[in-house]
Nanobody, 125 residues
Framework: QVQLVESGGGLVQAGGSLRLSCAASGRTVNAYSMGWFRQAPGNEREFVAAVSWVGITTYDADSVKDRFTISRDKPKNTLYLQMNNLKPVDTAVYYC??????????????????WGQGTQVTVSS
């Protein structure tokens, strides 16, 4: 079992920054690839970024290119998402998730076994 708890969301003005954190617990959590997804009201959950268990990162280039950075601190069992130059379209609930998959499979929500409860990010114009 892997437990995931997100934090760091909030209200920020357009152009601002936030850093989301996801604290992971479980005996084998460092063997999992980790990802961030987001879901805005009325929309499907969409992929944002992922980092494999060996440290290879993948991003949704169209929506977050050059603005978001995913990282993980294995000794602290924590996943991060640094979000810069935020835009109103980034407003959503952000979820972290854990997967046994690697590569492009990490773009698919169905590949993830465990999910956090989500943290709200609201960007005002």
């Amino acid at each position: 079992q892997v437990q995931l708890v997100e934090s760091g969301g909030g209200l920020v003005q357009a152009g601002g920054s936030l850093r989301l954190s996801c604290a992971a617990s479980g005996r084998t959590v460092n063997a999992y690839s980790m990802g961030w997804f987001r879901q805005a009201p009325g929309n499907e959950r969409e992929f944002v970024a992922a980092v494999s268990w060996v440290g290879i990162t993948t991003y949704d280039a169209d929506s977050v290119k050059d603005r978001f950075t995913i990282s993980r601190d294995k000794p602290k069992n924590t996943l991060y998402l640094q979000m810069n130059n935020l835009k109103p379209v980034d407003t959503a609930v952000y979820y972290c998730a854990a997967s046994r998959s690697v590569g492009d499979s990490l773009r698919r929500a169905a590949e993830y076994d465990y999910w956090g409860q989500g943290t709200q990010v609201t960007v005002s114009s």
